[in-house]
Each structure stands twice: as C-alpha cells, then as structure tokens.
C-alpha cells in the first residue's frame, strides 16, 4: 500500500482561489516532501519540511506538518492556471544502508480554471 | 543548479529490443541515483536504489535481470530494460540527490516513456 495517501484525488478551481492539498502518512518519516509533475514531465521539488518543523513557506506555497496526526497540508494562494499540474507528497525515511529512501503518494490532479 | 537529464525522452520500439536509458547529473555528484516507473495517472513507484561504483538495490518484486542498472560514474546512470515486452511499456523516471545528506531533495530528470510494439 502507499505510504503517501493523498485527498483529494482531484481539485479544480478557479483561478485566484487557494487550493489545499492533504497527505497522510502510515510510519514515522524524516522529512516529507512536495513535489509537482506537469503532465508527461518529470517532478518539479516544491519543498521539503523537516520531522521537526510544523511549518513552511516558499511564495504561495504553506505547507504543514503534524506529525502526531501522520499528516501534511500543502496550500497553494492565489492560484494561477499555470498551477494546473498533478501535487505528489513524499515521505522521506532512512532505510537499510543509512541511505534515505523516498515513497510518494498517490498524487492530487490540480485544475485551475482561468 | 541540481539538473538532472533523461534521454532519450521517448522510445518505440519493437518486442524483444533492449533499451537503455541515461541519466545525468549535470551540474552536481549524484553518489546515489534512483529509478521510478509511473503508469498512467498514478504515482511513483521505486524500482531501484542506485549506488556509484557498487550494486544497485532493487525493490520487492523488481527483476534485476530485466532492469539492468549501471552507476560507473558520479554523473550517470543508466537503465537497461532487456528483451523489452508491451507489458513493460511506462513512464521511467530517474532521481539523484545532492550528496548524501538524509534531508536533501531529490532532483528529477524529465523521464522517458517507453512504448514496446
């Protein structure tokens, strides 16, 4: 099963709207990470937070952590359409080796309508 | 900075050809690379850890003979998918990271879709 669930599976919009994407999570993680994939194209990294911070900005980007729930928001203000793409979180977990191994979630298609 | 870069971006080709996939670090070391296979409309799913100079390790369920992975050098890693069938057709996707640091991104190159006649 993923590690990552994502809700919605789909959100659209209008343009200028705030968009919230969610992600839970099943074990205990380093760091969660946010990604974007525009359709056909690699993954564009948003941000990454720390299993110890709670939140994070980057522009219009906010992103929560709570890690007592297993949870991460990402909120995108003042959407534009050029924000349509599909939203992947990412848990980051140290695995066998010391190396850090990353699982996505299942992704929310974001349609912003100009 | 952190560019990575897949090639070729697309392949058709016929059952039973093998295919080699690249994946660059331009403008960084990458001491670990990491390939992904997307089908349509889902998410990533890991296939391999893959280690400069050192075996790559394969997720569960994932044929090493299939999906040969080469890590030569610090810049490139290169997946092979031999005796290719349609069931193998996808969306390869590869990763690297900037050193080795646990709380690093990953940067990711723009993938290769493959599609086997």
């Known amino acids: 099963s993923q590690q990552g669930e994502e809700d919605p599976q789909a959100l659209s919009i209008q343009e200028g709207e705030n968009a919230t994407m969610n992600c839970s999570y099943k074990?205990?993680?380093?760091?969660l990470q946010w990604y974007r994939q525009n359709s056909g194209r690699g993954l564009v990294h948003l941000i990454l937070?720390?299993?110890?911070?709670r939140e994070k900005h980057s522009g219009r980007l906010r992103v929560t952590l709570d890690t007592s729930k297993k949870s991460s928001s990402l909120l995108i203000t003042a959407s534009r359409a050029a924000d349509t793409a599909s939203y992947f979180c990412?848990?980051?977990?140290?695995?066998?080796?010391?190396?850090?191994?990353?699982?996505f979630g299942t992704g929310t298609k974001l349609q912003v309508i100009p | 900075g952190a560019v990575v870069s897949q090639h070729p971006s697309r392949v058709i080709c016929k059952s039973g050809t093998s295919v080699k996939i690249e994946c660059r670090s331009l403008?960084?070391?990458?001491?670990?690379m990491f390939w992904y296979r997307q089908f349509p409309k889902k998410s990533l799913m890991l296939m391999a850890t893959?280690?400069?100079?050192?075996?790559?390790?394969?997720e569960q369920g994932v044929e090493k003979d299939k999906f040969l992975i080469n890590h030569a050098s610090l810049t490139l890693s290169t997946l092979t998918v031999t005796s290719a069938h349609p069931e193998d057709s996808s969306f390869y996707i590869c990763?690297?990271?900037?050193?080795?640091?646990?709380?690093?991104?990953?940067?990711f190159g723009d993938g290769t879709r493959l599609s086997i006649l």
């Open positions: 990763s690297a990271r900037v050193g080795d640091v646990s709380n690093q991104p990953q940067h």
């Open positions: 074990t205990s993680i380093n760091n």
């Open positions: 937070i720390r299993s110890n911070e």
């Open positions: 990412a848990t980051g977990q140290l695995a066998t080796g010391g190396y850090q191994k990353v699982t």
């Open positions: 403008d960084f070391q990458a001491t670990t």
């Open positions: 893959s280690n400069e100079g050192s075996k790559a390790t394969y």
